[in-house]
Nanobody, 123 residues
Framework: QVQLVESGGGSVQAGGSLRLSCAASRYIGYMGWFRQAPGKEREGVAAIYTFSGSTYYADSVKGRFTISRDNAKNTVYLQMNSLRPEDTAMYYC???????????????????WGQGTQVTVSS
Protein backbone atom coordinates (compact mmCIF):
# COMPACT_ATOMS: atom_id res chain seq x y z
CA GLN A 1 0.00 0.00 0.00
CA VAL A 2 1.01 3.58 -0.65
CA GLN A 3 -0.42 6.59 1.13
CA LEU A 4 -0.39 9.92 -0.67
CA VAL A 5 -0.77 13.27 1.04
CA GLU A 6 -1.22 16.45 -0.99
CA SER A 7 -0.53 19.96 0.21
CA GLY A 8 -0.03 23.44 -1.16
CA GLY A 9 -3.45 24.32 -2.46
CA GLY A 10 -5.04 27.69 -1.83
CA SER A 11 -6.58 30.77 -3.38
CA VAL A 12 -4.73 33.04 -5.78
CA GLN A 13 -5.54 35.68 -8.33
CA ALA A 14 -5.24 35.02 -12.03
CA GLY A 15 -1.64 35.16 -13.14
CA GLY A 16 -0.39 33.93 -9.79
CA SER A 17 1.47 30.77 -8.86
CA LEU A 18 1.11 27.83 -6.51
CA ARG A 19 3.20 24.74 -5.86
CA LEU A 20 1.46 21.53 -4.91
CA SER A 21 3.27 18.74 -3.13
CA CYS A 22 2.46 15.06 -2.91
CA ALA A 23 4.29 13.04 -0.29
CA ALA A 24 4.21 9.28 -0.73
CA SER A 25 4.66 6.81 2.12
CA ARG A 26 7.28 4.97 0.07
CA TYR A 27 9.03 5.26 -3.27
CA ILE A 28 6.86 4.55 -6.27
CA GLY A 29 7.87 4.95 -9.88
CA TYR A 30 4.81 6.33 -11.62
CA MET A 31 2.90 9.33 -10.36
CA GLY A 32 0.47 11.88 -11.68
CA TRP A 33 -1.72 14.85 -10.91
CA PHE A 34 -5.39 15.03 -11.77
CA ARG A 35 -7.99 17.71 -11.18
CA GLN A 36 -11.75 17.89 -10.98
CA ALA A 37 -13.76 21.07 -11.27
CA PRO A 38 -17.35 21.26 -10.03
CA GLY A 39 -19.69 19.56 -12.45
CA LYS A 40 -16.86 18.19 -14.58
CA GLU A 41 -15.08 14.90 -14.93
CA ARG A 42 -11.69 14.36 -13.37
CA GLU A 43 -8.92 15.00 -15.88
CA GLY A 44 -5.22 14.26 -16.03
CA VAL A 45 -2.97 17.28 -15.65
CA ALA A 46 0.56 15.89 -15.60
CA ALA A 47 2.47 12.72 -14.85
CA ILE A 48 6.05 11.66 -14.23
CA TYR A 49 8.24 8.57 -14.17
CA THR A 50 10.09 9.28 -10.98
CA PHE A 51 13.16 7.17 -11.80
CA SER A 52 13.86 8.79 -15.18
CA GLY A 53 12.13 12.13 -14.86
CA SER A 54 10.10 11.62 -18.03
CA THR A 55 7.05 13.85 -17.94
CA TYR A 56 3.64 14.13 -19.55
CA TYR A 57 1.34 17.16 -19.70
CA ALA A 58 -2.16 18.01 -20.75
CA ASP A 59 -2.24 20.55 -23.57
CA SER A 60 -4.16 22.97 -21.36
CA VAL A 61 -1.25 23.31 -18.92
CA LYS A 62 1.82 22.92 -21.14
CA GLY A 63 4.20 25.82 -20.66
CA ARG A 64 2.50 26.85 -17.40
CA PHE A 65 2.74 23.82 -15.12
CA THR A 66 5.81 21.76 -14.28
CA ILE A 67 5.83 18.38 -12.60
CA SER A 68 8.99 17.34 -10.78
CA ARG A 69 10.14 14.93 -8.12
CA ASP A 70 12.48 14.62 -5.16
CA ASN A 71 13.11 10.91 -4.79
CA ALA A 72 14.98 11.36 -1.53
CA LYS A 73 11.73 12.67 -0.04
CA ASN A 74 9.36 10.44 -2.05
CA THR A 75 7.66 13.66 -3.08
CA VAL A 76 6.28 14.90 -6.37
CA TYR A 77 5.56 18.55 -7.04
CA LEU A 78 3.33 20.46 -9.40
CA GLN A 79 4.51 24.01 -9.96
CA MET A 80 1.64 26.01 -11.39
CA ASN A 81 2.36 29.40 -12.95
CA SER A 82 0.20 31.86 -14.87
CA LEU A 83 -2.87 30.42 -13.22
CA ARG A 84 -6.25 31.02 -14.80
CA PRO A 85 -9.77 30.88 -13.36
CA GLU A 86 -10.36 27.72 -15.38
CA ASP A 87 -7.59 26.01 -13.36
CA THR A 88 -9.88 26.14 -10.33
CA ALA A 89 -10.45 22.57 -9.18
CA MET A 90 -9.69 19.96 -6.58
CA TYR A 91 -6.25 18.58 -7.41
CA TYR A 92 -5.45 14.95 -6.71
CA CYS A 93 -2.18 13.10 -6.61
CA UNK A 94 -2.14 9.54 -7.89
CA UNK A 95 0.38 6.71 -8.11
CA UNK A 96 0.60 3.62 -10.26
CA UNK A 97 2.33 0.28 -9.74
CA UNK A 98 3.35 -0.05 -13.38
CA UNK A 99 4.22 2.29 -16.26
CA UNK A 100 1.26 4.02 -17.86
CA UNK A 101 2.95 5.39 -20.97
CA UNK A 102 0.43 6.90 -23.33
CA UNK A 103 -2.42 6.09 -20.95
CA UNK A 104 -1.18 8.47 -18.26
CA UNK A 105 -4.50 10.37 -18.38
CA UNK A 106 -6.56 7.27 -17.61
CA UNK A 107 -7.66 7.01 -14.02
CA UNK A 108 -7.71 3.20 -14.20
CA UNK A 109 -3.92 3.19 -14.63
CA UNK A 110 -3.49 4.44 -11.07
CA UNK A 111 -3.76 2.31 -7.96
CA UNK A 112 -3.46 4.90 -5.19
CA TRP A 113 -5.04 8.32 -4.71
CA GLY A 114 -4.66 11.18 -2.31
CA GLN A 115 -7.52 13.09 -0.69
CA GLY A 116 -7.05 16.17 -2.82
CA THR A 117 -6.17 19.81 -2.30
CA GLN A 118 -8.31 22.71 -3.46
CA VAL A 119 -6.98 25.32 -5.87
CA THR A 120 -9.08 28.42 -6.47
CA VAL A 121 -8.10 31.08 -9.00
CA SER A 122 -10.02 34.33 -9.03
CA SER A 123 -10.19 36.75 -11.94
Amino acid sequence: QVQLVESGGGSVQAGGSLRLSCAASRYIGYMGWFRQAPGKEREGVAAIYTFSGSTYYADSVKGRFTISRDNAKNTVYLQMNSLRPEDTAMYYCAAARRPFGGNWRREYEYNYWGQGTQVTVSS
